[in-house]
Every structure is written in structure tokens, then in C-alpha cells.
Nanobody
């Protein structure tokens, strides 16, 4: 049974940094592309960063140059380094696994980790 557990969120001031972690159990992540999503209150959940099985990365325009996604297959963990945080980054952040990044993720949603950025 696949489980995803996100951690590392918190409250920071504008311009601050956070590093999120997503630990996956029940499967090897080496066979999956991985994505970080976020959902702000009253808004849909959006993909903000992805990393393929070969390590290629892609970012939403809103976070490009500020966020960095990485993966450690041996630890079954995906990271999201977030720098220069802005109040607009406030959201619950989730990770998930993909067989194909143009299709929806195939794993269950975890509880997410709350990121709050104050101005």
C-alpha cells in the first residue's frame, strides 16, 4: 500500500526559505516521476514542480528560479527547496507519484504540509 508523508512546512516571513520532504512507503520511487503540488484556500490543487525518473525538472512559472525539486531514490524521498518565499506561496503542499506527467498522479494524497508566508 503506497503512502506519501509530507513534512517540513511552517510559518516564515516573506523572503524566507523552507525545505519540504516527502517520504514514500510501499513502493520504490525510482520507477515514478514525482510532483509537488499546492492548494491554497478556495483554490484548486496545482502542480508546482516535477522531476522525472531521469532527473529532469520542470516548474510552474510562479515558482521558477525560487523552488528546486530533487529526489533521493535510495531514501524514497522527494524534496522541495523553497527560497525567496512570498505570501502568495501560502498553501498546503502535497507530493504524488506519476507514471506520466501529462496525466494525473496515480498515488493517494497524503495529509500535506502547511506553508504560511507572512509579509
Amino acid at each position: 500500500q503506497v503512502q506519501l508523508v509530507e513534512s517540513g512546512g511552517g510559518e516564515v516571513q516573506s523572503g524566507g526559505s523552507l525545505r519540504l520532504s516527502c517520504v514514500v512507503s510501499g513502493t520504490l520511487i525510482s520507477i515514478y516521476h514525482m510532483g509537488w503540488y499546492r492548494q491554497a484556500p478556495g483554490k484548486q490543487r496545482d502542480l508546482v514542480a516535477s522531476i522525472t525518473t531521469s532527473g529532469s525538472t520542470n516548474y510552474a512559472d510562479s515558482v521558477k528560479g525560487r523552488f528546486t525539486i530533487s529526489r533521493d531514490n535510495a531514501k524514497r524521498t522527494v524534496y522541495l527547496q523553497m527560497n525567496s518565499l512570498e505570501p502568495e506561496d501560502t498553501a498546503v503542499y502535497y507530493c504524488n507519484v506519476h507514471l506520466n506527467l501529462v496525466r494525473p498522479p496515480v498515488g493517494p494524497w497524503g495529509q500535506g504540509t502547511q506553508v504560511t508566508v507572512s509579509s
